[in-house]
């Protein structure tokens, strides 16, 4: 027996009538019903609070993640990292089962600190919350007081603690609340009076690209600022692979995060994703406190270097402004295959914002812009920066939808191509165009998260991969008198 042949169908639903309604939902008539659904989500491009909470914790060193809620919802943050990084994402969950929604949770806190803090030995845990303890209303701040009154951890050991509810934001809501918390607890009694580490706190919220982490560390050093790079994830998903197995690989040091509050300056590079870091970091931290967009492109790329010129005194670089007469030429070559071509986006606002800056400065158009998770302030400065240019008219902002929404809008009113995550991938099939896959997670690619898409070198490389595609495309699909060896 054939394995199709094995296969019984609940309904038979007949040939003609699938064909039907194939055709139906690239209607019109259907994407006026699709955007009319309410109660139902389907396919949103985001994850929940907790997903970004643990990413927060892997950023710092030997800094065990720590769930308190149920186990499968850890499992779905791990294997999310685990197959966007291809590395482990070593975290530990409390388990809570049936009895700890009844009776609540703080047995199994307790006995889950006990034992991760003896058998794993972390310098630091971060704990956060899944739906379950959130909707029986945990208190959090009692038992983790009461972990430390009974001696279940020392008194001073580092147990930053985030209510991540799931049902409210999204992952990089859950980033903001545990960053601000692990701040909170490293820098407590550290600001000295007059002590100046004449250091760049750098925050660049929740972001999954390690190459962007490194181009940051980059450029501080070509410009020669000494740095505090919050929280930096890049060894800790992009390690070598030497036989050795490291379960606390990178991560800022505990003593400079500790330190971070006597800084010169401290820069938030992605507004959305570090507001509440800002907020705090602007009330408690000594220095300067400066909040910027994420530099893609070379107009946001020209802004930072000139932001850290101003803020450290130093003259930008002769290497960095040879690195943008480079991209300047790039784009310049590349121009011809990509200006006024119509992209569909979605994802994060900080990200969002990044590549609708790009598309603008090459000429494309950012016709279809999606964020799942989003308020009027994300519309209106999404808006704000169409208005900038004229390749912005007729570009239209959906907030709060999903991506089954956003393949009604490509087969009703089509573009060339999508940029996201691989959850478009269904979608960018049916309309038969390229996905560029600069978002999160990425789990049908290999090494994407390595290419930095911020700085210069990131704009390059994003030009790169979209033109390389669309010529890739023109090769493949030309008439043979049009296939041409030079494009
Ligand atoms: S939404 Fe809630 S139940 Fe689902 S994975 Fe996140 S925390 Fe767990």
């Keep these: 027996m054939t394995a199709e042949a094995a296969v019984k169908y609940v309904t038979e639903i007949p040939e003609d009538e699938v064909a039907r309604v194939s055709e139906w939902i690239n209607t019109e008539e259907y994407k006026e019903k699709n955007f009319a659904r309410q109660a139902l989500v389907i396919n949103p491009p985001h994850a929940c609070q907790p997903l970004g909470a643990e990413l927060a914790a892997h950023g710092f060193e030997?800094?065990?993640?720590?769930?308190?809620?149920?186990?499968?919802?850890?499992?779905?943050?791990?294997?999310?990292?685990?197959?966007?990084?291809?590395?482990?994402?070593?975290?530990?969950?409390?388990?809570?089962?049936?009895?700890?929604?009844?009776?609540?949770?703080?047995?199994?806190?307790?006995?889950?600190?006990?034992?991760?803090?003896?058998?794993?030995?972390?310098?630091?845990?971060?704990?956060?919350?899944?739906?379950?303890?959130?909707?029986?209303?945990?208190?959090?701040?009692?038992?983790?007081?009461?972990?430390?009154?009974?001696?279940?951890?020392?008194?001073?050991?580092?147990?930053?603690?985030?209510?991540?509810?799931?049902?409210?934001?999204?992952?990089?809501?859950?980033?903001?609340?545990?960053?601000?918390?692990?701040?909170?607890?490293?820098?407590?009694?550290?600001?000295?009076?007059?002590?100046?580490?004449?250091?760049?706190?750098?925050?660049?919220?929740?972001?999954?690209?390690?190459?962007?982490?490194r181009e940051y560390k980059r450029i501080l050093k070509e410009f020669g600022i000494p740095y505090t790079l919050l929280a930096d994830i890049s060894e800790t998903f992009d390690s070598p692979l030497d036989g050795t197995y490291r379960p606390y690989p990178g991560g800022t040091k505990l003593e400079d995060a500790a330190d971070s509050i006597n800084g010169k300056a401290t820069l938030t590079l992605a507004p959305y994703a570090s507001a509440k870091t800002f907020t705090w970091v602007k009330d408690n931290f000594s220095g300067t406190h400066v909040s910027m967009p994420m530099p893609f492109g070379v107009a946001k790329t020209d802004a930072l270097l000139m932001k850290l010129s101003e803020l450290f005194g130093k003259p930008v670089p002769e290497s960095l402004k040879a690195e943008r007469g480079n991209a300047v030429d790039a784009m310049t070559d590349a121009h011809q295959y990509i200006h006024g071509k119509k992209f569909a986006l979605y994802g994060d606002p900080d990200y969002l914002m990044g590549y609708i800056s790009f598309l603008l400065e090459m000429g494309a158009k950012p016709y279809h812009i999606l964020c799942s998770k989003g308020t009027k302030k994300v519309e209106k400065e999404i808006q704000a920066l169409?208005?900038?240019?004229?390749?912005?008219?007729?570009?239209?902002?959906?907030?709060?939808?999903?991506?089954?929404?956003?393949?009604?809008?490509?087969?009703?009113?089509?573009?060339?191509?999508?940029?996201?995550?691989?959850?478009?991938?269904?979608?960018?099939?049916?309309?038969?165009?390229?996905?560029?896959?600069?978002?999160?997670?990425?789990?049908?690619?290999?090494?994407?998260?390595?290419?930095?898409?911020?700085?210069?070198q990131g704009a390059i490389n994003m030009i790169s991969t979209i033109c390389n595609k669309f010529i890739e495309i023109k090769d493949e699909t030309c008439e043979e008198r049009y296939f041409e060896m030079m494009r």
């Excluded at 049902?167 to 009694?189: C, K, P, R, W």
Aim: aromatic residues 10%.
């Design 62 to 213: 030997g800094t065990l993640p720590f769930v308190h809620g149920s186990q499968g919802c850890a499992s779905y943050y791990r294997s999310t990292f685990n197959r966007h990084f291809r590395e482990p994402a070593p975290a530990v969950s409390d388990s809570m089962t049936e009895d700890g929604a009844v009776f609540g949770g703080q047995n199994n806190l307790h006995e889950a600190l006990e034992n991760a803090y003896t058998i794993y030995k972390p310098k630091m845990m971060a704990v956060f919350t899944s739906c379950m303890p959130e909707v029986i209303g945990d208190d959090l701040t009692a038992f983790i007081k009461n972990a430390r009154n009974k001696g279940i951890v020392p008194q001073d050991y580092p147990l930053p603690y985030a209510n991540t509810p799931s049902f409210n934001g999204s992952h990089i809501h859950g980033y903001d609340a545990m960053l601000v918390s692990i701040l909170q607890t490293l820098t407590e009694g550290k600001q000295v009076e007059g002590r100046c580490t004449g250091k760049l706190n750098l925050i660049p919220g929740f972001d999954c690209n390690t190459g962007n982490y």
């Design 386 to 456: 169409l208005d900038t240019s004229q390749d912005g008219k007729g570009c239209k902002i959906y907030i709060n939808k999903d991506l089954w929404h956003m393949r009604s809008l490509l087969m009703t009113d089509p573009v060339d191509a999508m940029i996201g995550d691989t959850h478009g991938k269904f979608a960018a099939r049916d309309a038969g165009i390229p996905l560029f896959r600069f978002g999160f997670p990425v789990f049908d690619r290999v090494n994407l998260h390595r290419h930095p898409l911020i700085g210069y």
